[in-house]
T-cell receptor, first 116, second 113 residues
Framework: GAGVSQSPSNKVTEKGKDVELRCDPISGHTALYWYRQSLGQGLEFLIYFQGNSAPDKSGLPSDRFSAERTGGSVSTLTIQRTQQEDSAVYLC??????????????FGEGSWLTVV | GESVGLHLPTLSVQEGDNSIINCAYSNSASDYFIWYKQESGKGPQFIIDIRSNMDKRQGQRVTVLLNKTVKHLSLQIAATQPGDSAVYFCAENSGGSNYKLTFGKGTLLTVNP
């Protein structure tokens, strides 16, 4: 597709259940990012993938959160045993290489997660 | 820790006026700054970026100004239109990181017809 694609766009889940959020980056983009946005807040960095290098997981809030990127393209963010404080918009982004002038970071529309 | 912040949480302007959205940053090691626009229910949309070796950069109807002396960033929108109504975020590459961005909380711009 032309942009970063995320699914599902909306997800309501019960507390304690696991959820998987999917991201399809822009074709040819080697850098992929996950951010989280709570209501009325700015974006919080979660994890970064660059090609086949080990990801930077320093932003993941707990060990219930994990992410993988298969074949250097599609990424899945998994949240285990969801809690109400996990409710947020999860945004995926990609860029040709790591961000910087000329390497614009493009965001998807986000996956809105509500934990009830 | 160091963070990016905004002076004004909301800004209301008349259609056709120029808008100025301000942002203060505190991490002197950051050398790349971006402005994003986010409309309700959508993901952030890239507007314009600037490196620390520049003090001004222009795009279509937008200009970003960077004052490293006072660690201040601003976004100027010329001839503001109703379609410009959105939340605007400034972001910095955290302490010079080549991939990790730190975002401010955003400014809500409302354009009155």
């Amino acid at each position: 597709g032309a942009g970063v694609s995320q699914s599902p766009s909306n997800k309501v889940t019960e507390k304690g259940k696991d959820v998987e959020l999917r991201c399809d980056p822009i074709s040819g983009h080697t850098a992929l990012y996950w951010y989280r946005q709570s209501l009325g807040q700015g974006l919080e960095f979660l994890i970064y993938f660059q090609g086949n290098s080990a990801p930077d997981k320093s932003g993941l809030p707990s060990d219930r959160f994990s992410a993988e990127r298969t074949g250097g393209s599609v990424s899945t963010l998994t949240i285990q045993r969801t809690q109400q404080e996990d409710s947020a918009v999860y945004l995926c982004a990609s860029s040709v290489v790591a961000g910087g002038l000329g390497n614009t970071i493009y965001f998807g529309e986000g996956s809105w997660l509500t934990v009830v | 820790g160091e963070s990016v912040g905004l002076h004004l949480p909301t800004l209301s302007v008349q259609e056709g006026d120029n808008s100025i959205i301000n942002c203060a940053y505190s991490n002197s090691a950051s050398d790349y700054f971006i402005w994003y626009k986010q409309e309700s229910g959508k993901g952030p949309q890239f507007i314009i970026d600037i490196r620390s070796n520049m003090d001004k950069r222009q795009g279509q109807r937008v200009t970003v100004l960077l004052n490293k002396t006072v660690k201040h960033l601003s976004l100027q929108i010329a001839a503001t239109q109703p379609g410009d109504s959105a939340v605007y975020f400034c972001a910095e590459n955290s302490g010079g990181s080549n991939y990790k961005l730190t975002f401010g909380k955003g400014t809500l711009l409302t354009v009155n017809p």
